[in-house]
């Protein structure tokens, strides 16, 4: 571990240098790519620089009580900094071992997010309208930009389905463990009887494709255009500036019909069916590796329940780890941070275990 650490050191160092060459800086590209390098590296290298003072601390230590000239308030102050440096060291090596953990290829990633709401009608579009402003305010506190895709509004006010990309460093890192069926309770607005109600939204998260990635011939799609419209007639649009596109070889088909461009909606709609394929050329990859792997790369599948927001009670409830909180005003306001944590402490913990057991 310590050779690959030391390794990684050196090849921090070096980037930092380069970043410094003028030829490096004229050469954009380039630089961005070292960039992007040297920050992903940084918490490891300077996590394994804590490590090595804690170990020159202990060192230190152990040589001045070795020396057995201390009166006792000089050892007592030695043997303090090196049940420090101890401390330390135990800490900071399990903080190695995870940062030293395979990383997900798609964590720095901007991402595609698509409610659709579920059983339930009406509550069911009205929730997925409450999901959609606890993300895009998610997305705010961490200065994210979000831009909507597509939207089938309801009479109400809610959200047959809605898509919109989020973009922003480590926006998948965080985002994709929202992917799965959330289920809110509470009494609908629409209700007489004051009775609670069950219902259903599906949330899907999708690490935005690189062109370079994903390579679709032309003459595999359908392109229809249409005119925009929305509920009741609202926002109607009277050029045919929506596009529908129809992956001819998977039947996927992907819709946008938020810009009155037509050439922004095509754009928008290619990159919505790139992620579509590039999520679907990941999860054929993914069955051929091991359960413990397939933790990391994906974070339950879409049909699992993962989340209750319980509102008669101000409760949510995380299903995949156990995970209750009484704050969901909080969390309905954007406010995730805890759950998104608990998570990925979770999910690393597991990884961690498996790699120990392997």
Known sequence: MFDKLDAV?????????????????????????LMKEHRQLEPLVMTYRDYK??????????EM???????????????????????RI???????KILLLPKDPNDERNV???????????????????????????????????????????????????????EGLGAYSRMKYESGVHRVQRVPETETQGRIHTSTVTVAVLPEAEDVEIEINPADLQIDTY?????????VNKTESAIRITHLPTGLVVECQDERSQYKNKDKAMKVLRSRLYEQMMAEQNEAIAGERRAQVGTGDRSERIRTYN???GRMTDHRIGLTLYKLD???NGDIDEIVDALITHYRTEMLKSQEET
């Open 9 to 33: 050191d050196v090849r921090f160092e070096e980037i930092a240098l380069r970043m410094t060459d003028p030829t490096v800086i004229s050469d954009t590209s380039l630089l961005t790519e």
């Open 53 to 62: 003072k804690a170990k020159s601390d202990m060192a230190g230590a152990l």
């Open 65 to 87: 009580l070795d020396s057995g000239e201390l009166d006792e308030e000089l050892k007592e102050l030695a043997n303090e900094e090196l049940s420090e440096a101890k401390r």
């Open 90 to 96: 135990e800490e900071l090596t399990d903080e190695l």
């Open 112 to 166: 595609i997010v698509e409610i659709r709401g579920g059983a339930g009608g009406e509550e069911s579009a009205l929730f997925a309208a409450s999901l959609y402003r606890m993300y895009t305010m998610y997305a705010e506190s961490r200065r994210w930009h979000v831009e909507l895709v597509g939207a089938n509004e309801t009479e109400l006010g809610g959200y047959k389905e809605i898509s919109f990309m989020i």
């Open 227 to 235: 005119r925009a419209g929305g509920a009741g007639g609202q926002h």
């Open 311 to 313: 509102f008669p009670q």
């Open 330 to 332: 909080q969390i309905m």
